[in-house]
């Protein structure tokens, strides 16, 4: 914002101007990537129509999420099972949600 300047008149000038903003009520905005997903939480979000074309400003909470699949070998998950006592399904399942890291997969697992 321009410093000094009254919010309304700062509005009013711009819709004079042909420039509309709108606040959007989002609960999340996700930019997908090729290898990540940027995630913004309790976003605020501005809609701004000018010129024909329209912009989204967005601000919030950012974490980064890999998309990238981790291979997980046969070998992996049965040494995860034979650590924990657990069946494979459940082995390659926790390796799954420890991006194939066999040491968090038991440690998991074991409760630890």
Same mark, same amino acid.
């Given at each position: 914002m321009m410093p000094n300047m009254d919010p309304r008149a700062l509005k009013r000038m711009m819709e004079s101007m042909g420039i509309k903003q709108t606040e959007i009520d989002a609960d999340r905005v996700i930019i997908q990537c090729k290898d990540k997903n940027i &995630?913004? /939480?309790?976003?605020? &979000?501005t809609a701004i129509d000018a010129q024909g074309a329209r912009t989204f400003q967005v601000s919030g909470s950012?974490? /980064?999420?890999s998309t990238v699949?981790? !291979?997980i070998s046969d070998d992996d998950? $049965?040494? &995860? $099972?034979?650590?924990t006592g657990v069946d494979n399904d459940a082995a390659r399942s926790a390796l799954e949600e420890a991006n194939g890291d066999i040491a !968090? $997969?038991?440690m998991k697992l074991k409760g630890s």
């Open positions: &995630v913004i /939480e309790s976003p605020s &979000v950012i974490s /980064e999420q699949k981790v !291979e998950v $049965a040494t &995860v $099972a034979s650590q !968090e $997969a038991i």
